[in-house]
């Protein structure tokens, strides 16, 4: 017997969230509206983000490029097996800034093609232009060809919000009153918001709370690529987006692929609900840590066989100690599945070094702490990057491709 992993009820429900917006092709065509650089650059500079951008702009100029490396160092691509460079932690556009300008002094560092971002998604983040004025840097300044925005469900919103989202669907949402007109959504397991990482307990229909979200900071952004935490808001996120196909999703590590079974429930949710051109909303799955380098392997060779689309595989090469045990190092482990001539996505939760706000909290700071703070995560964001640079390059002259933002080379 098979059992439908939505109920007419839920998708009556993600149906009415996606009219609410105005359609499908509503939705699809204004997040494409904004972002073209002179829009968001424009709008961004309403909201006091003017000078950050035109610095930017600056600083890129004197960044490290792939072809002076390659024509250095001798190095010529004899190999299948791409690699990916990811750097995450890009924590709004103060630290994001900061990063930039310690790389521009640095002048040696090839920046990362994609890039993780974890704040939530407050008033101030999406409509304040912090989110705006970061995209801008990342995708239209540096050239990213991924930044990945993350919607934890335990962010403050205003009571309006969940009203709205309650009318339009028919469902309700077990919350809080927080003060100054904000509520936010009960969390009932681990403890704290931060031991549930703001949301990787999705309750009830709190789904539909994930893709409300998701959905305002689209339209309002062009944030097109988006974290996803939990099995199902992966389930909702595959049907909700199967008609826009500008929205693409990320597996979370929280939820990463920790063995091939797990990995196969995961393309049996794909499977369900493919657009009508065969491919997923889903773009990257990252693989865990406790894998081996024989289990990526594996994944890699299941998804090829099954006949999906291609979707991109992540691990962490190195991690901060509160996502796991210390000193992790998979590097090795990267370089045999490169030897069996397999892509990767080579992801940096941290350098490897400790560091201050090199650990989740930087997660969870306020908007105003994190502003506060930006040169603290910048050094950290940069110290990556650093990290990322390096094993690239020694991939590199292993004889595999290494993809970095646009802005990365000459051409």
Not at 61 to 70: P, Q, R
Not at 143 to 162: I, V, W
Not at 278 to 289: L, M
Not at 383 to 403: L, N, Q, S, T, Y
Request: charged letters at 25%.
């Amino acid at each position: 017997m098979h059992y439908k992993l939505l109920s007419n009820k839920d998708l009556k429900a993600m149906d009415a969230l996606i009219d609410s917006y105005g359609g499908a092709k509503e939705i699809s065509k204004k997040i494409e509206s904004v972002r073209d650089y002179e829009i968001r650059k424009k709008i961004a500079g309403e909201k006091g983000f003017s000078e950050m951008l035109e610095k930017a702009e600056e600083y890129v100029k004197n960044f490290a490029k792939v072809e002076d490396f390659m024509e250095t160092n001798g190095i010529t691509f004899t190999k299948k097996g791409i690699c990916t460079t990811q750097v995450s932690g890009f924590q709004a556009a103060f630290p994001t800034f900061d990063c930039i300008r310690r790389i521009s002094e640095d002048k040696n560092v090839l920046f990362p093609t994609e890039m993780i971002s974890v704040v939530g998604l407050t008033e101030y983040y999406v409509y304040g232009g912090d989110l705006l004025a970061t995209l801008a840097m990342a995708e239209n300044i540096l050239g990213a060809s991924k930044f990945c925005t993350t919607n934890l469900l335990g962010t403050p919103l205003p009571e309006e919000r969940f009203a709205r989202i309650e009318k339009v669907t028919g469902e309700k949402f077990e919350r809080t009153d927080v003060g100054n007109g904000l509520s936010q959504i009960i969390l009932k397991n681990m403890g704290t918001a931060y031991g549930n990482l703001g949301g990787v307990e999705v309750g009830n229909n709190n789904h539909l709370v994930y893709l409300d979200g998701v959905t305002r900071a689209a339209i309002t952004t062009g944030a097109n690529f988006f974290l996803n935490p939990s099995w199902s808001t992966i389930v909702a996120a595959c049907y909700y987006a199967r008609e826009i196909p500008n929205l693409s999703f990320k597996i979370s590590m929280l939820l990463s692929t920790q063995n091939a079974i797990q990995l196969r429930m995961l393309l049996n949710i794909f499977k369900e609900y493919l657009r009508d051109d065969g491919t997923t909303p889903i773009y990257e799955i990252n693989i865990g840590n406790a894998a081996t380098a024989d289990t990526f392997i594996q994944c890699f060779d299941e998804i090829e066989a099954s006949g999906l689309p291609q979707i991109f595989l992540a691990a962490h090469l190195r991690i901060n100690p509160d996502l796991g045990m210390a000193n992790f190092n998979w590097t090795e482990n990267a370089f045999k599945v490169f030897d069996d001539e397999k892509d990767l996505t080579i992801k940096y939760e941290s350098d490897g070094e400790s560091r201050p706000f090199d650990t989740m909290q930087a997660y969870f700071l306020s908007d105003e702490e994190r502003n506060e703070k930006a040169e603290l995560i910048g050094d950290v964001i940069y110290h990556k990057c650093i990290r990322c640079d390096k094993d690239a390059k020694e991939i590199m002259r292993r004889g595999h491709e290494a993809r970095f933002a646009r802005i990365s080379y000459r051409k």
